[in-house]
């Protein structure tokens, strides 16, 4: 994928941002007071376009809870321009930041016509922006590295400020390595990928272990592992309310307070509040047996050239992988590629002795070597040759939330961002690039080969398809109707497949080609592994199967019809929904499987969006989300419609009636949890959305829905604490609009006082078979 056009070099950041919810408010100007006695309800659509989305607020320095210190942990959320997943200003992992943030669905262009679903959405704009969820999905789907250190390493690099050891300093630079990187496929196919990423990870840190079923109960680990799965989901909601409450904070502590009724939803830049939600579920994947995306593909173990006996400590490393209290669950198979580094201490050790005991490293262990050169000072922000050091993008849920709560509980809390050297980085972003290119992805590349020829096609083959009807239906009689799966099968009793197992190698198969982007050998393989999941009744299993193949196939370009797609990828997605919610109860399975799902059918445009959002309405009657993530669901199921476009003057075919209805409920969910920025941006999108619509068909003709509105507009504007028409005036006269629909003039009636106390299940709507509604020969993705 190629860098955007627009895509700048970024200037030095500064240490603690001076704008909070910058991308939630823009002050409005002085000389932009609004007109007396216009309504603040109603405006015109041309003075509202979708790029006025960005907004800025200062930070309240005079608040007790929240102090200046803490404002970099939520960067994620307030900088300008800079959504959650950019690259950070003047990140030493990537100098290129994209400034858009292209979420709408491109039924305009390559989904067109004929073509339509013939194209990848790698092809699209969404695949290279920061924040996307198609993004989000590429850079969370990547190989996995241990970092196990001795302790001499950990020793030189705390005294550079790191306190966790090598992990912390090396893990910002896997989230983006530096230049393109070449992956071969099946074919023998070699594509360019300039946003390849790794995760590091460090060895012997099972905080994301999940344990099976099956084994749960043994040893008291059952009320620890229900434990594990219930804070996967809530640690992501407490997040992204602590980064709205922090938002919410600014806005208040402004000396001369300014609401935002010109914002609404930008259907053109995912919400950074979204984004970070999908983000933060997404790095919390876990390691569990039946996926093994967490599981490691190589482990890197390092010495320091101040160890006395370097050799000795690097077979003593490579044995606790293998043996070790900290070695990963017999799920995991423990041939992953082994990398060793040599930390050279550039201020206290002789280059010429690292130089000689690096190549007997070689020697002894291979070529999967590097020398690290790194200084062990550390770096203060006012050295010259000094860079910060971001923090990570993809920590977890949990780590984020007891940063947040250490910054409002410690008294000396300081600023956590860290420098480093300019030469440290350099060398650093070398070792990342030289290990990813030269050892990494070869070994996956050569792995996926032998596999495939070695397994895959045997089981593809004639042979391997009547070897699997004969488990099916061994002995004349259907294994459906045990209670178990046939003897002849390899799922063990304790709930996982064996590494060596045939169906756990082709696993990991399926998922180094859907993390390498071969889409096409991902998803054939993943379709075969379904059926045999099913036979064995591994649930589980037969859930992340179904989940990961309808990606693929969401993903990858197919000449399929339309209906034929939409079939088999609803049917992918059922079982999916089913097993992890039904079978399993995998909230996090479900909850991950619709949300991507969602987002890859919204990307393809057409009847793709309409699908999107009925599995949206699923997730939301299955109460799989907390609070934050319903809200923010029902704000995107509005932009999902609001992004269908309809054909000619009259916009056939689009949802705008249903966009403003989700956007109302949107409303109505901040307005419960008194996030009132969000409540205000979700009102003004249902108002745009009502303006569009030809004057008969508006809102203005149900009082009870008018009613409804205007109680949720004055609930905003209290807790906002701003009144736009003054303390004296309570009560807007009606307000003529003149609208170029058929030269219709309409009267829209106040919103500001409300009449009743009606609710939302009361809401009157008009009919659905509108002008807006209708379907016509919009531009479909599928077809």
Not at 361 to 378: P, Y
Not at 562 to 586: G, H, P, V, W
Not at 696 to 714: H, K, P, T, Y
Request: glycine share 6%; charged share 25%.
């Amino acid at each position: 994928m190629q860098p955007h056009e627009d895509a700048v070099q970024t200037p030095s950041p500064v240490q603690s941002p001076p704008l909070a919810a910058s991308s939630i408010m823009r002050s409005i100007s002085g000389s932009q007071k609004p007109r007396p006695g216009a309504s603040s309800i109603l405006f015109s659509p041309t003075t509202d376009p979708l790029s006025q989305s960005e907004l800025s607020l200062p930070i309240r320095t005079s608040s007790t809870s929240r102090r200046p210190q803490s404002a970099s942990l939520f960067r994620s959320t307030i900088l300008n321009n800079t959504p959650p997943g950019s690259p950070r200003d003047a990140s030493p992992a990537s100098t290129v930041r994209s400034t858009r943030s292209p979420a709408r669905t491109m039924t305009g262009s390559i989904f067109a016509g004929t073509a339509g679903f013939k194209a990848s959405l790698l092809d699209t704009g969404a695949a290279d922006s920061p924040g996307d969820p198609l993004n989000l999905v590429l850079k969370s789907f990547v190989p996995h590295v241990a970092i196990h250190a001795s302790e001499d390493v950990d020793d030189l690099v705390n005294a550079k400020g790191f306190e966790k050891g090598l992990w912390e300093l090396l893990r910002p630079f896997g989230e983006r390595i530096m230049g393109k990187v070449n992956v071969r496929d099946s074919n023998g196919v070699s594509r360019a990928w300039e946003d390849f990423s790794l995760r590091f990870t460090k060895f012997g840190d099972h905080s994301n272990l999940q344990i099976p079923d099956a084994l749960a109960g043994l040893n008291g680990s059952e009320k620890q592992s229900g434990r594990a799965k219930e804070s996967l989901t809530t640690d992501v909601e407490k997040v992204v309310e602590r980064h709205l409450s922090f938002a919410e904070e600014a806005f208040r502590g402004t000396m001369e307070p300014q609401t935002p009724t010109r914002m609404g939803l930008d259907v053109e830049a995912t919400s950074p509040y979204y984004a970070l939600y999908l983000r933060r579920l997404l790095s919390g994947m876990p390691l569990a047996p039946h996926e093994s995306f967490a599981h490691p593909v190589a482990c890197v173990m390092a010495i320091s050239s101040r160890n006395p006996n370097p050799i000795e400590a690097l077979h003593r490393l490579y044995t606790e992988t293998r043996e070790g209290e900290k070695r990963y669950p017999v799920w995991v198979d423990g041939e992953y590629l082994r990398y060793y580094i040599l930390v050279h201490d550039e201020e206290n050790s002789d280059i010429s002795k690292s130089m000689a005991l690096f190549e007997q490293m070689k020697r002894n262990f291979g070529l999967h070597c590097h020398l690290l050169r790194l200084r062990s000072s550390e770096s203060a922000e006012t050295d010259d040759d000094s860079i910060p050091l971001p923090r990570s993008d993809w920590m977890t849920a949990a780590e984020e939330l007891a940063d947040i709560e250490e910054s409002e509980t410690k008294e000396d809390f300081e600023d956590p961002t860290r420098h480093i050297f300019e030469s440290d980085a350099t060398a650093i972003r070398t070792f990342v690039r030289e290990m990813a290119t030269q050892s990494l992805i070869p070994t996956m590349e050569r792995n996926i080969s032998v596999w495939n020829d070695q397994v895959a096609s045997k089981r593809k083959g004639i042979s391997g398809r009547f070897m699997s009807l004969s488990k099916r239906w061994a002995f004349g009689g259907s294994s459906r109707s045990s209670g178990i799966a046939s003897s002849s099968s390899n799922y063990d009793a304790s709930g996982f497949y064996r590494p060596d197992s045939p169906e756990a190698i082709m696993r990991r198969l399926a998922d180094f080609a859907f993390m390498l982007r071969d889409w096409k050998l991902a998803m054939s393989t993943y379709d075969l592994l379904r059926t045999d999941f099913q036979n064995d009744k591994a649930w589980k299993y037969h859930a992340a199967a179904n989940e990961m193949a309808a990606f693929a196939l969401l993903i990858m370009p197919q000449n399929m019809s339309s209906k034929t797609r939409i079939e088999t990828i609803n049917q992918m997605l059922d079982n999916a929904f089913y097993s992890y919610l039904t079978r399993c109860n995998s909230l996090y399975g479900a909850t991950r499987c619709i949300v991507l799902a969602l987002e890859l059918l919204r990307l393809r445009g057409g009847s793709g969006i309409d699908e999107a959002v009925r599995w949206g309405i699923k997730v939301l009657e299955s109460r799989l989300m907390g609070k934050i993530g319903d809200a923010l669901l029902k704000e995107r199921m509005a932009i999902c419609y609001a992004s269908k476009s309809g054909a000619g003057s009259q916009a056939w075919g689009s949802r705008r009636r249903k966009s403003a209805l989700w956007s109302v409920l949107g409303a109505e969910a901040w307005v419960a949890q008194e996030k009132y920025i969000q409540a205000q941006k979700c009102l003004n999108e249902a108002r745009k959305m009502y303006s569009l619509l030809p004057g008969e068909n508006g809102i203005q003709r149900f009082e009870v829905a008018s009613d409804f509105l205007a109680m949720l507009n004055d609930q905003v504007k209290q807790g906002l604490q701003f009144d736009l028409l003054g303390p004296e005036e309570s009560l807007v006269d009606v307000e003529e609009e003149t609208f170029d629909h058929d030269d219709r003039r309409t009267r829209r009636t106040s919103m500001i006082n409300p009449l009743g106390g009606a609710t939302a299940a009361g809401m009157e709507t008009a009919s659905l078979q509108s002008q807006g509604d209708v379907s016509g020969p919009s531009k479909d993705g599928f077809g």
